[in-house]
């Protein structure tokens, strides 16, 4: 291949206002790029990694499949060319990467971006380490919290490990910074349901914002059955009852969470509904795995492989070339598909609702 490799950084930030964002088939701007740093946890959630599928002898990628710190924040700094602000760092469980404070820090450092923040289940997020992410440049995180009760909490994360435990990780990023702490809990029928308004009132007055999620299909491995969904609308008429709410706008174009916040003043959740609820029309996110495969949705059923192209020797003109194609031809919709298909069992689009797609343990939530 021809061509200057890699661009000098006067060059790069002369670029960034020089763009408008891509758009993509249907007209949704690129803004939001999540990236998986590992497809290792060191949790086997129930709803994402079953003991069951990810077993003692299940296969990780080896470190040589894995994108290394600079070939992500050099595939970041050309998204960030391209119209992405936000970048989020996800797994796997993203702090059992090694060098991630490193990694954290070239991005930071990238100009462009406006928001850098970090999923966890929290169990490795210790003051220390919240501080180093914080003076790396992280701005946010968001920690898993699927109950406040233990017995329900270690049945979930099915590694015995306490809610005391990821109580402490919140704290501490708090502590250090990295605010608002959003907390996530995934709601399941059958399986923590009754933990919804106990999370509710354990976080208000903290800041923090908790943000209950839909059961969702993502993958082959969870066994996901659409009644198992305790859908955004029962959700919030449980909180409602107990603590008063009203709806409030997004915070932005496409944000996936639905706001309310509580009557007293006492702060706000979010509700993320793709099942009941889909937002495919105002979707704005890449995603991109640990072994630099790009996703043009979290439900998709193949990627695009972007190490392969780095590991060649292309030029940053050629790479952000194919990012504008991919992006540029990206006609995803797959949860009003879904959602289209169990209200009309004999849809036409039906089969396409049932593809077999990728884990969210492999390109991250």
Not at 287 to 294: F, K, M, T, V
Request: glycine share 10%.
């Amino acid at each position: 291949m021809t061509g200057e490799r890699r661009e000098t950084p006067g060059r790069r930030r002369a670029a960034i206002g020089a763009r408008p964002p891509l758009a993509d088939a249907r007209g949704r701007a690129l803004r939001d790029l999540r990236i998986s740093v590992t497809d290792r946890c060191n949790f086997r959630c129930v709803y994402c990694m079953p003991r069951e599928v990810f077993g003692a002898d299940h296969a990780f990628l080896d470190r040589k499949e894995v994108l290394s710190l600079e070939e992500i924040a050099r595939i970041a700094a050309l998204f960030v060319e391209q119209g992405v602000r936000k970048i989020r760092l996800t797994g796997g469980e993203p702090l059992v990467r090694r060098g991630l404070e490193t990694l954290v820090e070239k991005l930071a450092a990238i100009p462009g971006v406006e928001d850098l923040s970090l999923t966890t289940n929290g169990s490795l997020l210790t003051p220390a380490r919240a501080r180093a992410l914080r003076e790396a440049g992280l701005g946010r995180v968001t920690v898993s919290l699927d109950a406040l009760d233990d017995a329900v909490f270690k049945r979930i994360n099915d590694v015995n490990f306490p809610v005391s435990g990821v109580l402490r990780a919140i704290d501490a990023a708090a502590e250090a910074g990295l605010a608002p702490v959003k907390v996530n809990m995934v709601v399941k029928r059958g399986g923590n349901e009754d933990q919804i308004v106990p999370m509710a009132g354990r976080f208000r007055g903290t800041g923090h914002i908790v943000r209950y999620i839909e059961y969702m299909d993502v993958g082959n491995s969870n066994g996901w059955e659409l009644a198992d969904v305790v859908s955004a609308r029962e959700i919030v008429e449980r909180i409602d009852e107990r603590h008063p709410l009203e709806p409030i706008g997004a915070n932005y174009p496409g944000e996936v969470a639905n706001r309310w916040r509580y009557r007293d003043g006492a702060g706000e959740i979010g509700v993320i509904a793709s099942v009941s609820q889909p937002f495919c029309g105002g979707c704005t996110r890449a995603r991109l795995s640990a072994e630099g495969r790009l996703y043009t949705c979290l439900f998709a059923t193949s990627g695009h492989d972007l190490r392969a192209l780095l590991r060649s020797g292309a030029s940053d003109r050629e790479v952000r070339s194919r990012l504008a194609g991919i992006w540029g031809r990206r006609d995803d919709r797959y949860s009003e598909l879904r959602t289209a298909a169990t209200r009309t069992p004999f849809a036409a689009d039906t089969a396409a609702a049932e593809a077999p797609r990728i884990e969210m343990s492999y390109i991250g939530g």
